[in-house]
């Protein structure tokens, strides 16, 4: 049985979402604002599998709730609330490490699917995580991608960079594999928006350059000078794993 923290200081919905949620066969725990969810995930132990986080929440919202958590290495899976109105917060919610995003209002079938989703997800990349430990000599190649001598586990979501190892939220993972995947072509602002995020609002596009600020810490040597994420002005940008070749 997955158990569940929601975060949601509207005592209806959140009341609705708990009895939703406890009928689909779900343990659940309510949290009315940021303090409360982030003194709970201490105190459990770090033992809930998803966080159902709002975005708008007295005292600390939900961008800064996701933010402490995973600057702590907390990686829980966070599926975030957000206003239909501000797709721009979708962006900030991810840059602040949350997995996936609803908007509201959302339908409840809806939101019962991403949840399970966002577990099952979790649960594989687990599981091909113990299979690889089990058997070593037969582990499956061709999901750890190496370049320039870092290396992006896709399944157990590690970026390996010199010293540098980064647990990847599963977000940063799709968006990672999308540029690997069309390395050397160059990829628009929009085509990451709408393949890897499904976002096809009106979005200002330009609200990614932050996110990608953020993957070249991980992956550059000099953030300032990328030589792997290359900005492609006025267009979009390009991955590049051997720079010099
Ligand atoms: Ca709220």
Redesign the pocket.
């Known amino acids: 049985m997955a158990r569940v923290l929601i975060v949601?200081?509207?005592k209806h919905l959140a009341e609705g979402l708990r009895f939703n949620l406890e009928a689909e066969g779900y343990e659940v725990t309510l949290a009315s604002d940021g303090e409360t969810a982030l003194d709970l995930i201490q105190q459990e132990g770090r033992s809930f599998e998803a966080i159902v986080l709002?975005v708008?929440?007295p005292g600390k919202d939900g961008f800064e709730v996701a933010q402490v958590l995973r600057t702590a290495g907390c990686y829980i899976p966070i599926l975030m609330l957000t206003a239909r109105s501000r797709p721009e917060d979708v962006l900030r919610g991810f840059e602040a490490g949350a997995d996936d995003y609803l908007p509201k209002p959302f339908e409840l079938r809806i939101l019962i699917a991403r949840l399970s989703g966002l577990l099952r997800r979790r649960e594989w990349f687990r599981l091909t995580e113990d299979l690889a430990a089990q058997t070593p000599d037969d582990k499956p190649p061709g999901d750890i991608f190496h370049f320039s001598g870092k290396s992006i586990d896709f399944n157990s979501l590690v970026l390996r960079a010199g010293e540098r190892v980064v647990q990847l939220t599963l977000m940063e993972a799709d968006l990672l594999r999308f540029l690997v995947m069309h390395q050397g072509e160059v990829v628009s602002r929009r085509q990451i928006l709408e393949d890897v995020w499904d976002l096809k609002e009106d979005t200002d596009t330009r609200a990614i350059d932050n996110f990608v600020v953020r993957l070249r810490r991980y992956i550059e040597d000099d953030p300032s000078t990328p030589r792997h994420l290359i900005t492609i002005r006025g267009v979009g940008y390009r991955f590049v794993a051997e720079p010099g070749q």
Do not use: R, Y
Request: aromatic fraction near 0%.
């Open positions: 949601e200081d509207e709002d708008m929440l």
